[in-house]
């Protein structure tokens, strides 16, 4: 009986992992990347909602190099928003990845006796440690960039006479 008991503590305490690594989705890199998002998103229907209401009053054709920073902005700004949703999904993998494997481990505890459990988690596969973020740094590059030639455009246009 005392056996069954620790079988069902340790079940529970990989069925509590589980759950944990599940709710981490919500958490600061995922609301980053959301934030990232959405200011993007707001930065291109901005800029372009004024460049088409100054639309008139702008001359692009005399100004055609703030005409590209503003064009190269739009395009680092939408990459920057796909990098974005590249990196929700690769976290939503890496967190289903966490919960399988927790689930795994669970299920050898509710089927095994404690000591033979013990030794089949020991001779599984390290759960692999962090979610690779490169799309997220990618997101924050390409947003940066954008943000930075965006300004660059409205300081041209802004600055510079007909």
Known sequence: ????????????FHRQAALYWNSLANGRQFELIKQLLTIG???LTI????????????????????????VLS???IILSIFFGLKQLSVDSSYFNYLSNDESKR??????????????????MQTTISKSDVM?????QTFFLVGVVFI????????????
């Open 47 to 70: 800029s372009a909602t004024i460049i088409g209401l100054f639309k008139g009053n702008i001359n692009f054709q005399s100004q055609p190099i703030s005409s590209t920073f503003i």
């Open 106 to 123: 669970q299920s050898k505890f509710e089927q095994l006796p404690l000591a033979e459990a013990k030794d089949q988690i020991k001779k």
């Open 74 to 76: 739009w395009i680092f």
């Open 135 to 139: 799309w997220l740094l990618l997101q």
């Open 41 to 43: 998103a707001l930065m």
């Open 1 to 12: 009986m005392k056996n069954d008991d620790n079988n069902l503590q340790y079940a529970d």
């Open 151 to 162: 300004s660059i455009g409205a300081i041209l246009v802004l600055t510079i006479k007909n």
